[in-house]
């Protein structure tokens, strides 16, 4: 494991910002999804707890990476609660505890997103939520050894477009029954974008830690 | 057309009209409702008409064609069976199967299982010849199938249990299955003599060096028909509760990427077996042996089971396919293959340019929904500001945040305090519910969005005077966490909490499950009530019970008839189609269970008050409050329609109305309709919801 895809405060902070940016783009979007299932707030949510995320990270500086990444998660839960605040701030605190000399692994990071939002929403796979697309990119992360963002990626989209063959039994979603049926989860759909862009960032060479 | 009209065998012809080409008076002088009458109600040929009538055949013709496009003449099938006949046929192309067969999802009184099973008999005896070997699986809608089976009169059939027994304690184990089965078609009977799950690997190859067993085996490998269940492997299916696989079933170690199972194996997404640690231990027909069976019958219904039937379908395991018309169109819809749907109103042909507009939705783009904006993303704080503007007397803010409010006349001391919350977009709800003998604080989210943990603390702390304090919102995941956390919080301040959700809403889930409804208009009943008891100082322990006792007598079910949009989007948050609307829609625009055609104000006060009745068990002698709420765009003048139709009923049913309330008190934006609230009355109940209080949104003297 001495070619471990690891993150420090740099690159994490730098997908933070990322990732901030692309939900912002994809704000509009998330929403309608949203609006066909649930109550069309995901996308602001989303761009807006990420955004608060980056912010806070930042503020708390690099000297203390898992005091960063616990105050990101704050951050994200005090901008804008939601369903999606308690949920993403559990994962940042699970990935602060899984810091070792200011770095973690990729396959830590992605396996403590997804436990720590199983913690929070006791969701799991096959119940048409963004856990189906953290689970199995944690999971591929960790098979892949090394931590290969590509395979998580994979996963991680795979494992979207299976919640069209889901019925949601989460969140607003889950008073639909079959109607959830062909519709991607928007709580997927953001995870995927989240994590499009830490494989954007991992993919800049100069970036490779 | 011709076969297409009703044969009748008497033809009564209007002689004096057919001598000289006039109308009968009844007709007036519109010839083709007399063409049409003589064609489809008499039964007279087109020639016979053209004689009648004094015209040409051609003419006639033309008549008739008319007649049917301007709408004198509506050709209706019986919509359902249409609707599951096209089903079939569209997930039989889909799939590419020999046989689909789709039963309407609602049928009368008799349960889906057992109408399956009438159907899974069906396609069995349409399959079966003399001299077939049949392989059953096992089940709930297996032994229906086999419960349904007539006695075919087919000769030297043989029945053989695909699976091995179990001692689960449930009716339908394989033994019993393939015992029915073979009964009711006089059928020999091949068992399989040893457990479908045995101990080990090592016993597994021990029992099938057996020669009965091997025998029994060997069994497997002539069947030319096979007939089984596909179970789901979600949570509460019978694979879960029937006992049938005990503790073996480690569905997060070896079985996480199982979707389904059938005949004792299990099946990812795609239909690839998924080996886990029972495969070598289970006795019974291999998924790669079922799938060379001549004849496949999957019979399965229920749309909990969608992933599981469309796994097996993408595995090939079925070829001839029982299910239920709300199951085949989520199984095509989870495919991505659009679902032919048939218009159950003919739409008169005179205005073809709606049905474009609703074909092609998203592609025509359309304009902005009109909004009194400035920033959109100031929206919730703007709105906020001018609130506590304009009702100074009732509300102010907690530390100068306009989104943690409480009320400007603080509470006696000593009085338990209560905290409201949830989204913005519901104006007056929540804040105009702050206010003395109603709510102390309110903690406000983004719009349709649960407020974050710190701001509940913050009101939490603003109004604890020693005696605890009692959260109430509605029953929503956010919400729910939110609070959670704020509650854990305020504990560790040493603040006694108490959270009561609030689930109203009828619409949202059975009565079976109360617990997982969602919380709408009848918030307002129970905020009033609890409010009223922390009014009266009454303990802790007591307005948590009161209020958890308001929220279990109220009943909510709305109707949505146009959709709400977003400062944000200013779109519309869900499309519904011109003539279409939502019964038991949410507050946050989540659409409905039930679409309807639009109706009348009557039908629709009908159609909410007879859920409402049958759900609280309304009898004569009740009483109630109730509320008649705006979503938003509904005007007044609407409500008021619809309260003197929920009046009417409820007088007929000799249930008294104590109080009502009718206007905007629980909104989703700018949604257009109605919810309907009912909260049943003790004594306790009553005098509390009649106590005055004062809110800028809810005011009693």
Redesign the interface.
Known sequence: MTTAVTLDYILLGRFLATAAERLEEM??EL??LD???????H???MA?GFRAASLGFAKAGGEDVPAALRAAGESF???????????YATAFVEAAKRVEDGRIGLADLLSAFNDGIVR??NA???DCTMIDVWDPAARAARDAGAGSIGAALDAGRAGLE?T????A????A??????T??QLDPGASSAVVILSALAEVLGEPEARG | MTDARPKRARVAKDGTAAEDGRAPLRFGDDPLLWAAWLYYEEGLTQSEIAAAMGISRPTVVAYLSEARDCGIVNISIAGDRLRALSLARQVAEHFGLRDCLVIPSDGGPRSLIERLGDAGAKALSWHLRSGDSVGIGWGRTTLAVAVAVPDLGLKDLRVVQATGGTTAAIPYTPEACATRLSEALSARMIPMSAPAIVSSGEMRDLLLQEPVLQEQMSELDRIDTIVFGVSS???NSTIHTSGFFAKALDQRDHY?DA?GSLAGRFID?TGKPVIGSLENRTIGIELARLKTVRTRIGVSGG??K??AI?AALRGGYINVLVTDA??A???L????VEVRRQSLTRRPPSQPDRGKVAAAPGEVPQPDVKKLLNDPRDAVNESLEGALLAFPDHIRTIDGSVRAICRSRPAAPGKVGLVIGG?AGHEPLFLGYVGEGLADAVAV???????????IVRCTRQVSTGAGVLHVFGN???DL??FE?AAEMAAAEGIDVRAVVTTDDVA??PASDRA?R?GTAGNIFVFKIAGAACEMMLSLDECERIARKANACTYTMGVGLAPCS?P??R????RLGPDEIEIGI?I????G?VRSVAMSADDVADRIMDALIEDAGLDPGARVGILINSLGATPMMELGILNRRIRQRLEARDITTVRSWMGHYCTSLDMTGASISLVVLDEELETLLLRPCDGFGFRQG
């Open positions: 704000r509009a929403s309608a609006g066909e299932v649930g109550d069309g707030d996308g602001a949510s807006d839960l005090q901008s804008v609660g939601a369903t999606v605040g308690p949920l929070r929403g799991a796979p096959g299976a069209r063959t889901m019925i039994s989460r969140g607003r889950a008073r639909l029954g079959s109607r049926l062909g | 492997l979600r949570p996480r979707v997404v749309f909990d969608v992933p469309l709300a199951t169109e989520g199984i819809r989870a495919d991505g989204g989210g983004n719009v349709f969005s649960a407020p974050p943990p710190d701001r929503y995941t956010g966490m939110n956390m949202s889930s997982a969602r977003l944000e989007t779109r519309p948050s869900f949410g946050h625009g989540e659409p269970v």
